[in-house]
């Protein structure tokens, strides 16, 4: 079982950037895709981005791709989110998620960390 653990969240003016990061207890992070997804309340979790050991191998939004980057330490197993230029619409919880390369679906899930981005 793999427990994640996300960190760096918290309060930006807008322009201003977090990076975050997702780290996992007990075990290392880098045989796993890991993933950053955000989630508005009352609304569905979106895809941010992801990446797979190969740390040049990412995925983004569409609509985020140049304001955010993701990226690993797979010595440290950890992955991170910069995020840079925030908007009020970041402003969402975020959440991190692990699966192996076999596997079709994230099974592990952080405890998710908010971002507020003021105006």
């Known amino acids: 079982h793999v427990q994640l653990v996300e960190s760096g969240g918290g309060l930006v003016q807008a322009g201003g950037s977090l990076r975050l990061s997702c780290g996992a207890s007990g075990r290392t992070l880098s045989s796993y895709i890991v993933a950053w997804w955000r989630q508005d309340p009352g609304k569905e979790r979106d895809f941010v981005a992801s990446?797979?050991?190969?740390?040049?191998?990412?995925s983004y939004a569409d609509s985020l791709q140049g304001r955010f980057t993701i990226s690993r330490d797979n010595v440290k197993g950890t992955v991170y989110l910069q995020m840079s230029n925030l908007k009020p619409e970041d402003t969402a919880v975020y959440y991190c998620a692990a699966r192996l390369p076999t596997d079709g679906e994230y099974h592990y899930w952080g405890q998710g960390i908010q971002v507020t981005v003021s105006s």
């Open positions: 990446i797979r050991y190969q740390a040049y191998d990412t």
